[in-house]
Nanobody, 120 residues
């Protein structure tokens, strides 16, 4: 079993900042990539940002220059620093990892989600 525990969501005014954290634990052999997705009301879930084991990053166009994803491999933790937040960033944010649980089997795992609300 793999568990992901997120923290750091909340309510913030437009232009403000929040930092999300997610700790992965359980039967993890090796983490391939870590990242964040989000889902706003009435919209499809979308990738926000991810980072691989070599710290190469990938961002949605809508957050480039405002959000920064990072990870601590030793702590199996991924962070999302969100600056210059906009009302359209309001969504439930989900931590995601792709990980091997043994030498050959890998899968994608999701956290329970944390609400981010940006007021105008």
């Amino acid at each position: 079993q793999v568990q992901l525990v997120e923290s750091g969501g909340g309510l913030v005014q437009a232009g403000g900042s929040l930092r999300l954290s997610c700790v992965a634990s359980g039967s993890i052999f090796r983490i391939i990539s870590m990242g964040w997705h989000r889902q706003a009301p009435g919209k499809q879930r979308e990738l926000v940002a991810d980072i691989n084991s070599g710290h190469a990053t990938n961002y949605a166009d809508s957050v480039k220059g405002r959000f920064a994803v990072s990870r601590d491999n030793a702590q199996n933790t991924v962070y999302l620093q969100m600056d210059s937040l906009k009302p359209e960033d309001t969504a439930v944010y989900y931590c995601t990892i792709r990980a091997y649980t043994d030498y050959s089997a890998w899968d994608d795992y999701w956290g329970q989600g944390t609400q981010v609300t940006v007021s105008s």
